[in-house]
């Protein structure tokens, strides 16, 4: 007797089950063409954040750095690959022609998620982010994308060795295609050889009823900036390699 083989959940296109993801989805399909793209999670997202102060007020980043570009946000909080995935097939990136897209996906993916039926692996991972970069490519085939590595996080040793697989597999999938090249930014968030949590606003988080402190995944605004002073340099520099 032959068992069917396991789906990867992480390649297969679905929408979040939440109605303020739907309505964002709808608004962003909406949306004036842009030439500067950003496809990720949370933490694309948090580019449109005001505040609460000083921790989390993102968007003068964003308009210092990437608005005189016309940038169109398409982070999306708590996305795996396969979410973003489904809302590129459904109408996100229709008729968009960017000159460059920034793709920031994957940390959402090797953490536990009860959505989500089982863990998922490195090998997973790597494949539903494949799938997102040769969804962007055959829909803007003009556009060079910039992949921001997944980037270090407090969660676990575990998820720690599974982000470096899947940025090592990625990576050198796309070595040699001429449209994609990678961006390691783990050197602004560790310092010898430990993780600078000053530079997330996770573990400062206070949520009655919820363990804390939590780790550190999200920058807050100095880790933000660095980021974006990075990701700028590399589009937009042209002495970056």
């Not at 007797?1 to 992480?10: G, Q, S």
């Not at 793709?103 to 959402?108: I, M, P, Q, V």
């Not at 919820?210 to 520099?237: C, I, T, W």
Request: charged share 20%; aromatic share 8%; proline share 9%.
């Amino acid at each position: 007797m032959h068992r069917p083989a396991k789906r990867n959940p992480a390649v297969i296109p679905v929408p979040q089950a939440v109605a303020w993801w739907t309505a964002r989805h709808e608004d962003r399909v909406r949306r004036a063409k842009e030439d500067l793209l950003f496809v990720g999670d949370s933490i694309t997202q948090n580019y449109e954040k005001t505040g609460p102060a000083p921790d989390q007020v993102f968007l003068p980043i964003w308009e210092e750095f990437f608005s005189p570009h016309r940038p169109l946000n398409l982070g999306f909080a708590g996305d795996q690959t396969q979410n973003a995935l489904w809302r590129l097939q459904n109408g996100e990136v229709d008729g968009l022609s960017p000159g460059n897209i920034v793709l920031l996906l994957g940390t959402n993916n090797t953490v536990p998620n009860p959505a989500v039926a089982g863990p998922q692996t490195a090998e997973e991972v790597s494949a539903g982010l494949m799938a997102v970069v040769d969804e962007l490519h055959r829909r803007m085939p003009m556009a060079k994308t910039l992949l921001i590595e997944i980037l270090p996080s407090g969660v676990s040793a575990q998820k720690t060795a599974k982000d470096a697989a899947v940025n090592a597999a990625v990576c050198e999938r796309y070595t040699e295609s001429g449209y994609l090249r990678c961006l390691d930014l783990t050197s602004l968030f560790v310092k010898n050889g430990a993780l600078d949590t000053t530079l997330f606003y996770d573990p400062g988080l206070n949520h009655p009823g919820l363990k804390a402190p939590y780790p550190a995944v999200h920058p807050n605004a100095q880790g933000q900036r660095m980021m974006a002073e990075a990701v700028s340099r590399a589009l937009f520099d042209p002495r970056t390699p």
